[in-house]
């Protein structure tokens, strides 16, 4: 989850040489979401299983660590607007108490 002032958005194709203008809103990007194969076929999986981390020799021990486990994407993601509504103000408030700038 990406958030940025809205003052960056408002700036974007300014000059470096003008004033900027300055808000202290803050802007949630939209979800991205990703799906992930399980065990190797064409379905998608909503969440991240432990197959899709590591790759298992014949007796189930982990062998090496998956490089590239989505498969796919979506953009934006499906979410409640419940569920956009308090991630967005968490995010906000993380933002903040980081001191993020830009």
């Known amino acids: 989850m990406a958030v940025i002032p809205q003052y960056v958005i408002d700036n974007i194709d300014t ?3 003008t004033p900027l203008k300055k808000s202290n809103e803050l802007v949630v990007m939209p979800f991205l979401e990703y799906l992930f ?3 190797s076929e064409d379905v998608n999986s ?3 299983l432990p197959e ?3 790759q298992h020799d014949a007796d189930g021990i982990p062998i090496v660590q998956n490089m590239s486990t989505f498969s796919s994407t979506v953009l934006p993601a499906e979410v409640s607007d419940d569920l956009l509504k308090d991630l967005s103000e ?3 408030l993380a933002f903040t108490a980081m ?3 830009h």
Request: no cysteine; proline share 6%; glycine share 6%.
């Open 90 to 92: 968490q995010a906000k």
């Open 99 to 101: 001191e993020g700038r």
């Open 37 to 39: 194969k399980v065990n």
């Open 46 to 48: 909503e969440i991240r």
């Open 15 to 17: 000059p470096l040489s």
């Open 52 to 54: 899709s981390k590591l």
